[in-house]
């Protein structure tokens, strides 16, 4: 059935729960896991009066932001390793998270995108945006949806 799953992780307590259900999945269809995550772009803001944040700073942004996602991949090699699934773990830097969800899959050749919905209601994702609406809307590789 499935021989590559892609788990997208944003550290969330949903997404830990995501992550245990798909390996669960990839288990019983003895797929192989492909953790990942998604590296937001810090973009350099201009104050009022022109000037930029330092280099320096975006640096240790995007460092502080790499670690981090690190420890959420972390959960995903730990949780398939305890499941007795193989896995393999991706970050990029995409212009978006859900771009860099449909990228992964594509590049990774994946069959089937296992993701968290975080269940916002109609207006908090209309204002927020819904990184898994935007995956569902967009993507060529089936998105199987865990609330």
Known sequence: MFKRILI????????????????????????????????????PYVYGDGTVIDTATLNAFEQRAREQGEKYLEQVRKAAKAGGVRCEALMTKPATPYQGIIGAARRKKCDVIFMASHGRGEFAALILGSVTQKVLAHSRVPVLVYR
């Open 8 to 43: 997208p992780t944003d550290g969330s307590a949903l997404s830990s729960k995501a992550i245990k259900a798909g390996v669960r999945l990839a288990k019983q269809t003895r797929a192989r896991i492909i953790g990942y995550y998604a590296l937001e772009m810090f973009q």
